[in-house]
């Protein structure tokens, strides 16, 4: 984000500030930094383009400019007019679009929020926003909440509600329409996950479903559930990212977008994994340390038709994630390491609340060790 210089340009001596090549940029000679320095409707606007670099300044100083004439357009037309829903929608998007602190992926899912909003409050564009009430927004809560998951309602209702903080700000409303309506509850998806039993099926079924990638999609499924990757970051786990002697896997993600949560992290390699991964090797001895270790990106289509046949609840390439972390926990490691090893960054709250009541097999296992009487060891004394 662009931010505001604290000082005022008067009182800094002319000598401080540097003029460029470059119409409305300067530089400030003390740090080096570019500076914008442009006049809209009369106002004079200062703003740090926060880089030292002059190509990055220029292509920084061209957004700037683009933002702050459309935002003085807009709030020209404001003043003498109504101001509508869909000029508030779109300050908002050019706002996401230049935020650096968003992800690529989360810019485009705010996109597609915005596209449903709209979709679901059919004419909202083109109305003025002093003319929508409470009501109007409750009776789209409504629409939008029966045909959208709750958590997609939840993200819905933030943007709608960002959207008329626009209008609230630029002066066209005295208050927010939406801030009454409420979050929808989201409740945690129950884990139905294959047995030992049914997986192995389940994977022979896959590989020996007679098409071109069927063995890749089985190998996909196995990487999916010995290493707990998400499907994005699968794709693009090469062999260089494969070391067998520290047997661990280093988690990058997508190259333009990282990981979910901006980092880079390391996953064992369980046993089963190590194997796989030989296995692989060997059968692709040729290929380069930058080549994929998967062949095939997803394989929803095979595990559908897999599912169906052996006689197992479907299953996506998210729930082998949960697999994977459901036999960790299973196995006795503790829940705060793996939610390291799924790259979740909140300690483990989230992992406790997805995973702390495990498979019925496992619960009752594990009860039958609860006792209130003496223990096994005072009895053997």
Request: charged content about 30%; aromatic content about 6%; some cysteine.
């Given at each position: 984000m662009i931010e505001a210089s604290t000082k005022p340009l008067t009182a800094e001596p002319e000598k401080d500030w540097q003029k460029t090549q470059y119409s409305n940029l300067i530089r400030y000679v003390s740090s080096g930094t570019?500076?914008?320095?442009?006049?809209?409707?009369?106002?004079?606007?200062?703003?740090?383009?926060?880089?030292?670099?002059?190509?990055?300044?220029?292509?920084?100083?061209?957004?700037?400019?683009?933002?702050?004439?459309?935002?003085?357009?807009?709030?020209k037309a404001?003043?003498?007019?109504?101001?509508?829903?869909?000029?508030?929608?779109?300050?908002?998007?050019?706002?996401?679009?230049?935020?650096?602190l968003l992800k690529p992926t989360s810019k485009k899912y705010r996109r597609e929020i915005l596209v449903a909003i709209v979709k679901s409050w059919p004419g909202v564009e083109a109305l003025d926003m002093r003319r929508i009430g409470e009501s109007d927004c409750k009776?789209?809560?409504?629409?939008?909440?029966?045909?959208?998951?709750?958590?997609?309602?939840?993200?819905?209702?933030?943007?709608?509600?960002a959207i008329f903080q626009v209008g609230v700000e630029a002066g066209s409303l005295y208050r927010n329409p939406a801030s009454?309506?409420?979050?929808?509850?989201?409740?945690?998806?129950?884990?139905?996950?294959?047995?030992?039993?049914?997986?192995?099926?389940?994977?022979?079924?896959?590989?020996?479903?007679?098409?071109?990638?069927?063995?890749?999609?089985?190998?996909?499924?196995?990487f999916l559930a010995f290493g707990g990757f998400r499907i994005s970051e699968a794709a693009n786990i090469t062999w260089a990212d494969c070391d067998f002697?520290?047997?661990?896997?280093?988690?990058?993600?997508?190259?333009?977008?990282?990981?979910?949560?901006?980092?880079?992290?390391?996953?064992?390699?369980?046993?089963?994994?190590?194997?796989?991964?030989?296995?692989?090797?060997?059968?692709?001895?040729?290929?380069?340390?930058?080549?994929?270790?998967?062949?095939?990106r997803e394989c929803q289509k095979a595990m559908d038709r897999a599912a169906k046949v052996v006689g197992?609840?479907?299953?996506?390439?998210?729930?082998?994630?949960?697999?994977?972390?459901?036999l960790c926990i299973e196995s006795g490691v503790d829940i705060p390491?793996?939610?390291?090893?799924?790259?979740?960054?909140?300690?483990g709250a989230l992992a406790m609340k997805v995973y702390g009541h495990l498979r019925d097999q496992h619960s009752v296992a594990m009860a039958q060790k609860v006792t209130f009487g003496k223990s096994a060891n005072e009895n053997q004394n």
């Open positions: 570019y500076y914008a320095r442009l006049r809209v409707k009369g106002k004079l606007i200062r703003r740090s383009l926060k880089t030292d670099t002059i190509t990055v300044a220029k292509l920084r100083l061209a957004d700037l400019e683009r933002t702050e004439r459309g935002a003085a357009d807009r709030q404001s003043s003498q007019g109504k101001t509508t829903f869909g000029q508030a929608l779109t300050i908002y998007r050019e706002q996401s679009e230049a935020s650096h009776t789209w809560a409504l629409r939008f909440g029966n045909e959208y998951s709750p958590s997609r309602y939840n993200s819905a209702l933030g943007i709608l509600k009454g309506l409420k979050r929808a509850r989201v409740r945690l998806k129950t884990l139905t996950l294959p047995s030992f039993e049914q997986f192995e099926n389940f994977l022979r079924e896959i590989k020996n479903g007679g098409g071109r990638d069927s063995g890749n999609c089985a190998d996909l499924v196995e002697e520290k047997k661990e896997i280093v988690v990058r993600g997508d190259p333009e977008t990282g990981t979910k949560n901006w980092s880079i992290r390391r996953v064992p390699m369980i046993p089963d994994m190590i194997q796989l991964l030989e296995r692989l090797r060997s059968e692709h001895a040729n290929e380069s340390a930058q080549s994929a270790v998967m062949r095939v197992m609840v479907r299953i996506t390439h998210h729930d082998l994630r949960h697999l994977f972390a459901t390491t793996v939610s390291r090893w799924l790259g979740h960054k909140d300690g």
